[in-house]
C-alpha cells in the first residue's frame, strides 16, 4: 500500500487507553497536532473510553475496536492493549488499511509473530513498535559517537526494574512476563547500536529460594553479534528502588560511556560532552514524531522491519534459555 494515502494529519484511533496511552501516547499525539489528531477511542471499559474521549474531543468512543477499524475515516491505530492482544490487533488493523503503531511487545510467540510479518510484507502499510528508548535523545547522542567506531563493543545493560508479584498482569498469559514485555527494548537498542545480525544468545536465571520471586524477571541475557559486539543484560527485580532503575555502560575504541536512567550520560576517553536533564528523556515523544515523519518521507518504518523481528526474537530465545 502506498503511504501516499497518509500523507496528511492523521485520524489516530487509540485502541486500549490504559496508563501508557493516558500517560504517554495521548499527550504526544496532542503535542504533534500537525502530524496527528485524536480522532477515536476503543476501550473495553466504557467508563475509561468515554472519560477519555471527553478529555480529547474525539469523535466518538467505542468499547469494539472493530469499530474503528471499519471506519474510512480513520487512518492509524496506537495500539496499546494488554499484549497478549497486539499482534491479532496489529493484524486486523493492517488488513483494514491502517497505519499501525502498537506497543511493545510485537508479539507473543514465534507463531503470532510471523503471521503479523506476512501481513505486514503483503499490505506494506506504515508500522512501527513503541521500543521508544531508541529515540530518545541520549540514545541518539551515543549513535553518535557509535557510528563511527572502528571495532566491536561491549554493552552492559542493568535494569533494576522493580518487584511486582506474580499475580500482576504482566506476569500472566495477558503480559507474557517481563522478559518478553520489557526486556525486549533493550534488545531493540542493543540493535540500533550495532546494526548487526545476532550470532549466538546465552541466558542465565536465579533459581529462586522464595515463592514471589520468577525466573524470567531475574536473569542475565547475553548477545553476541556478527559485528563482534557483546551486549549484556541484567534483569532483576531484587533490587531496590534506592538505585536508579535503568544503567548502562559500553565500552569502544578506548572510550567509555555511561547512561544514567536517561537523565545523565558521560562520555570518557574524548572531548565529546555529555547531556544532563532534570527530567527522564526516554524518547516517547520523539518515537511519534519518527513515525509520522517517516510515513510522509519514507516507508513508514522507522525502525527496519528486520531489527523489529530481531529483537522479537531474542526475547523468544532468551525466554527458552531461562526456563531451562
Not at 60 to 84: A, F, G, N, P, Q
Not at 170 to 177: I, M, N, R
Not at 280 to 294: I, N, R, T, V
Request: glycine residues 6%; contains cysteine.
Amino acid at each position: 500500500m502506498e503511504t501516499t494515502k497518509f500523507n496528511k494529519v492523521l485520524n489516530v484511533a487509540i485502541i486500549g487507553a490504559g496508563n501508557i496511552a493516558k500517560a504517554m501516547h495521548l499527550p504526544n499525539f496532542q503535542k504533534l497536532d500537525s502530524f496527528y489528531n485524536i480522532y477515536s477511542v476503543a476501550d473495553k471499559i466504557g467508563s475509561n473510553a468515554k472519560s477519555v474521549g471527553e478529555e480529547y474531543g474525539t469523535s466518538y468512543v467505542t468499547t469494539d475496536y472493530k469499530e474503528v477499524l471499519k471506519d474510512k475515516d480513520v487512518d492509524m491505530v496506537c495500539i496499546s492493549t494488554r499484549h497478549d492482544l497486539h499482534a491479532q490487533i496489529a493484524i486486523n488493523a493492517a488488513k483494514a488499511g491502517k497505519a499501525v503503531f502498537v506497543e511493545k511487545p510485537m508479539a507473543m510467540n514465534k507463531e503470532e509473530m510471523e503471521r503479523l510479518v506476512e501481513v505486514l510484507e503483503q499490505t506494506k502499510i506504515p508500522f512501527m513498535v513503541g521500543f521508544n528508548r531508541r529515540f530518545s535523545p541520549y540514545a541518539k547522542k551515543i549513535k553518535e559517537i557509535v557510528d563511527n567506531r572502528i571495532n566491536p563493543m561491549i554493552i552492559n545493560y542493568r535494569m533494576n526494574a522493580g518487584f511486582i508479584s506474580k499475580e500482576h498482569w504482566v506476569q500472566t498469559k495477558e503480559g507474557g512476563g517481563r522478559n518478553i514485555g520489557e526486556a525486549c527494548h533493550i534488545y531493540d537498542l542493543f540493535n540500533f547500536f550495532t546494526e548487526s545480525e545476532v550470532k549466538s544468545i546465552s541466558a542465565f536465571s536465579i533459581n529462586p529460594k522464595t515463592e514471589q520471586y520468577l525466573k524470567n524477571d531475574n536473569f542475565v541475557a547475553t548477545i553476541k553479534y556478527k559485528d563482534g559486539s557483546v551486549c549484556n543484560l541484567i534483569y532483576t527485580a531484587l533490587g531496590t528502588k534506592e538505585v536508579p532503575k535503568e544503567q548502562m555502560e559500553m565500552y569502544i575504541d578506548g572510550k567509555i560511556i555511561q547512561l544514567n536512567d536517561y537523565k545523565k550520560l558521560e562520555i570518557f576517553g574524548m572531548k565529546e560532552k555529555g547531556i544532563k536533564t532534570k527530567s527522564q528523556q526516554k524518547g516517547h515523544y520523539e518515537e511519534l514524531y519518527e513515525f509520522a515523519k517517516s510515513i510522509k518521507e519514507k516507508d513508514g518504518y522507522p525502525i527496519p522491519l528486520w531489527q523489529l523481528i530481531q529483537a522479537t526474537e531474542i526475547s523468544f530465545e532468551v525466554e527458552k534459555k531461562i526456563w531451562i
